[in-house]
């Protein structure tokens, strides 16, 4: 069967500079721009001009810059919005105006004071107004996770003959359920008249940690696209992590879907994304955290040791990270010491491995992690222990 390719959308320097304490200045948001152009991401969703002239100056800029990806801006349904959306991005080889609104209740009653009639309306008119600026327009449909999937498909249709592109359907709040959002977009897929001719798009927020895995039902239900961002950065929660999203796919060819991202550039950008909005990666995050590919423990690292196969399903190479580490911890064993020492060139027979690790083990019960420096101070330590090490009991290894 032909691998169906997936768009990936990202939305890093706008969903994701909405997370608090972000504030990217405009050099640097040109510089992940090139990153995730370079990375292969087909849209980079460059921000929402109307929301500041610092944000407006950013997407502009990055229009200037950007060839090979889609820039995209985002709008409300206002015409106000979608002037300067496209002011901001016209400059771009390929640009999209993103416009939309909300189509759940509650939005409807609480946040428009308004009723559905007058959603279609507005919705339709923002795509059509839009449209006069370019061809590709991206509608989103606001909460579209909380709202009635026959609501919705009304919706979509009606913006469909507007004229949008692609159509947005997001899970704004994180409320879904995987196996409710891919029957949402199953929904969309079979009910809505021209639906074959958009893409239609993914955008899942975390709230329940479910972000991911509503972003795969969505494919796997029909979706083409798929929004996210670097290191999962965004409102509250955050949105589906490109990183997960973009590896899951590639791990599992059974699923026979594949992106343009170049996976092996992926730590690179994540860090990249980390240091210039100030957002630490958590350390067990997948893919991208510190621990990703460290192992600690004595039973998984003497697995590792034996063969890497025993407790790793990805290889790091394939996102960009050398090789995994052993980490030297009080969990740790007799395999990983001996390991470790080898790197530095130190071979020890099993007296001698015995010793220093009742030594190492001391050291390790105080500290968090035993580094290079401290197993030479060990063996220094061992060594003072004359009655049970011998020289000849360590080889030391020209390396
Ligand atoms: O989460 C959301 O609904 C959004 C839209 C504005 C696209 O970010
Ligand atoms: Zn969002």
Redesign the pocket.
Known sequence: MKKKRIKIFDTSLR?GEQIPGCKLKTKEKIKIAKKLEELGVDVIEAGFPISSPGDYNSVQEISKNISNSVVCA?SRALEKDINIAWNAIKFAKKPRI?T?IGTSNYHIRYKFNSNKEKIIEIAEKAVKYAKKFTEDVEF?A??AGRTENIFLAIVCEKVIKSGATVI?I?D?TGYCLPKEYGEKINFLKENVKGIHKVILST?C?NDLGLATANSLYGVINGAEQVECTINGIG?RAGNTSLEEIVMIMKQNPSLNFYTSIKTRQLTDVSSLVSKYTGIKIQANKAIVGMNAFSHSSGIHQDGVIKNKVTYESINPRDVGVDRSSIVLTARSGRAALSYRYKKLGIILNKSSLDLVYSIFLEYADKNIEITDKELMIILEKAKLNKKNFLHSDIRINVI
């Open positions: 969903d985002l993103h939309g989103y606001e909460d947005n997001p704004t955008h927020h409102e």
